[in-house]
């Protein structure tokens, strides 16, 4: 059996404002849709479910994560996820130039959490609290530099 990872879900506030913090950092968008319907709430497991979503793909065309904004049930507002939570915890991007990614990250109002980490020369690493409170690690690989 072969298992391949599709993509990661991410619940959002405001789908616009999170497809454009994404594709302003490079990814692209696959598609848009708005879903509802009994298989939906099949495959989600909520009645009456419907949503808008959008999916993007990173630049090497590997990696995809599927946003979604609930228009019903109402989403349910939590408190952001802690570096140190159990569950789901952050989405990772290896960067080029993790100054560049900050620089486009703060335009849209997002900084580090404490600052960029220097990790034995090897990675410069940091953690942000993106759109809908999202944990987002950019990693620099200094090797490749």
């Known amino acids: 059996m072969t298992i391949r990872l599709e993509n990661i879900?991410?619940?959002?506030r405001d789908l616009d404002a999170t497809v454009a913090f994404f594709t302003d950092l490079?990814?692209?968008v696959l598609g848009k849709d708005e879903v509802s319907?009994?298989?939906?709430d099949t495959a989600v497991g909520l009645d009456g479910n419907h949503a808008k979503i959008a999916v993007l793909q990173t630049t090497d065309g590997q990696g995809q994560i599927e946003l979604?904004?609930?228009?019903h049930p109402e989403a349910i507002e939590t408190e952001p996820t802690l570096p140190n939570e159990i569950g789901m915890h952050r989405i990772a991007f290896a960067v080029d130039d993790i100054d560049e990614s900050l620089a486009?990250?703060?335009k849209h109002?997002?900084?580090?959490?404490?600052?960029?980490a220097n990790y034995q020369d090897i990675y410069k690493l940091t953690y942000l609290r993106g759109p809908s409170g999202?944990?987002?690690m950019f990693a620099q690989d200094l090797t490749k530099s």
């Open 134 to 136: 999202i944990l987002v």
């Open 109 to 116: 109002g997002h900084h580090p959490l404490r600052g960029v």
């Open 68 to 71: 979604f904004e609930y228009i």
């Open 37 to 40: 319907g009994e298989w939906a």
């Open 104 to 106: 486009i990250a703060a």
């Open 9 to 12: 879900g991410i619940a959002v």
């Open 26 to 28: 490079g990814l692209t």
